[in-house]
């Protein structure tokens, strides 16, 4: 990807995308000098200004506006720069993303800036998602588990980050794992994380009341958006933890981009971002956008988060609508007799199709060791998806990443 892209590039961005709005160029004294009310709303902060919208993640007393940046499946650094340049001040990445690139990117574009004008969030697997810990335990463990972080350390060019995570986690004995709790808490005491926090996309309500009842975190990144069938739940366990002082990060906020696999039918993405930033208990939002049309549709949200009739409608709340989003219920799981990891292929399947990462595809199917027609012994599939997903055709479909080559992808 280049530093133009749809007709607009960082220049042009930077002098007209987001005219009006008080965050242009000035990321530095944002999270310090913007003060919404207590309802955090767009009139709280002041909407006669265009003043952005800051909320304060938990008992951290860091002060984030409520769009901040994913940057996942970015892969051009100008965008980013632009981002922060624009008045977004937190940027979320991950020790695997993009084989490592993702935090080396981070690394170039943040060089040279000051150390308190951005924020940075950074997530490590437990042994419950990544393979070279399973089966460690105790010291072992934690200190496989400190060495990749380090090792983002030394990418994103830190002596330390914002969040650290614990990430993926679907059931609550992953966040109750005393090893990974020690390990994380060695990682604050020594200075190289701020605060320790955990990342869920699926079982979300009892990960977080799990993640609550350890007392031992700070922060929580979890999936929400408005196609949630369990929506409601996720919302009753959010305001539960954000009164027990915990930080609430939003993601998974756009629920695939498209309606979709054809891309004819886009998810109304304002429309979608402010349906979750009106749970006042979510401080932020990490929308990933790669281009600088996408950073302007996003982040124009940062000084208005009202829901309109419209924006109502184009969510289709009273649908069943199933778009590219999969929820990660598991409920098709039971039903399928060769125990594929269904969940995780449907969200590759929305990297490749949704968010139009294929390398992040490619490296999910790759990690879950599934055959390379896993359902062709299959005469009909008995998998059956709650929102109404062909699984069988979605599983044959994203399982061809699996005869290309990893590199083909670097």
């Given at each position: 990807m280049t530093g133009k892209d749809n007709g607009l590039n960082r220049r042009t961005f930077l002098r007209t995308g987001l005219t009006g709005l008080a965050a242009l160029g000035a990321a530095p004294g944002l999270?310090?000098?913007?003060?919404?009310?207590?309802?955090?709303?767009?009139?709280?902060?002041?909407?006669?200004?265009?003043?952005?919208?800051?909320?304060?993640?938990?008992?951290?007393?860091?002060?984030?506006?409520?769009?901040?940046?994913?940057?996942?499946?970015?892969?051009?650094?100008?965008?980013?720069?632009?981002?922060?340049?624009a008045?977004?001040?937190?940027?979320?990445?991950?020790h695997g993303y993009q084989r490592g690139r993702n935090e080396e990117m981070i690394g170039q574009v943040i060089a040279g800036r000051p150390r308190d004008s951005y924020m940075i969030a950074t997530k490590v697997p437990g042994p419950q998602r990544d393979r070279t810990l399973q089966g460690l335990s105790g010291e072992p463990l934690q200190k496989a588990f400190l060495d990749m972080f380090d090792t983002s350390l030394k990418r994103l060019g830190l002596g330390h980050v914002e969040i650290l995570y614990l990430h993926n986690n679907s059931a609550p004995e992953h966040v109750q794992n005393p090893d990974m709790i020690e390990a994380l808490q060695k990682a604050k005491k020594a200075g190289k994380c701020r605060f320790t926090g955990i990342t869920t996309h699926s079982n979300e309500p009892a990960v977080i009341r799990a993640t609550t009842g350890t007392k031992a975190y700070d922060v929580i990144l979890t999936a929400y958006n408005f196609k949630q069938d369990h929506r409601e739940e996720v919302r009753a366990a959010v305001a539960e933890a954000a009164a027990a002082g915990l930080g609430i990060v939003a993601m998974k906020t756009q629920a695939g981009a498209y309606w979709d696999k054809e891309k004819q039918q886009k998810i109304n993405m304002r429309a979608a971002l402010k349906w979750v930033l009106n749970d006042a208990n979510?401080?932020?939002?990490?929308?990933?956008?790669?281009?600088?049309?996408?950073?302007?549709?996003?982040?124009?949200?940062?000084?208005?988060?009202?829901?309109?009739?419209?924006?109502?409608?184009?969510l289709r709340l009273g649908e069943q609508a199933a778009g590219l989003y999969c929820q990660q219920c598991g409920q098709c799981v039971p039903g399928c007799p060769k125990g594929l990891p269904i969940p995780d292929l449907m969200r590759s399947y929305m990297?490749?199709?949704?968010?139009r990462n294929l390398q992040a595809a490619h490296e999910l199917v790759a990690s879950l060791g599934v055959e390379a027609e896993p359902c062709g012994s299959c005469e009909s599939c008995t998998a059956v998806c709650v929102k109404g997903f062909d699984v069988a055709n979605?599983?044959?479909?994203?399982?061809?990443?699996?005869?290309?080559?990893?590199?083909?992808?670097?």
């Open positions: 999270a310090k000098a913007t003060t919404p009310g207590p309802a955090g709303t767009a009139q709280d902060a002041g909407a006669a200004g265009a003043k952005p919208i800051v909320r304060t993640l938990g008992k951290t007393g860091l002060r984030i506006p409520v769009v901040s940046m994913g940057v996942m499946n970015a892969d051009n650094p100008a965008v980013v720069r632009a981002a922060l340049d008045g977004i001040t937190f940027l979320d990445t991950a979510v401080t932020t939002a990490i929308p990933g956008f790669t281009t600088f049309d996408q950073l302007k549709e996003d982040f124009s949200v940062v000084t208005d988060i009202t829901l309109t009739p419209e924006d109502l409608a184009d990297y490749a199709y949704g968010y979605r599983v044959r479909d994203i399982s061809r990443l699996r005869a290309v080559p990893g590199d083909f992808f670097a």
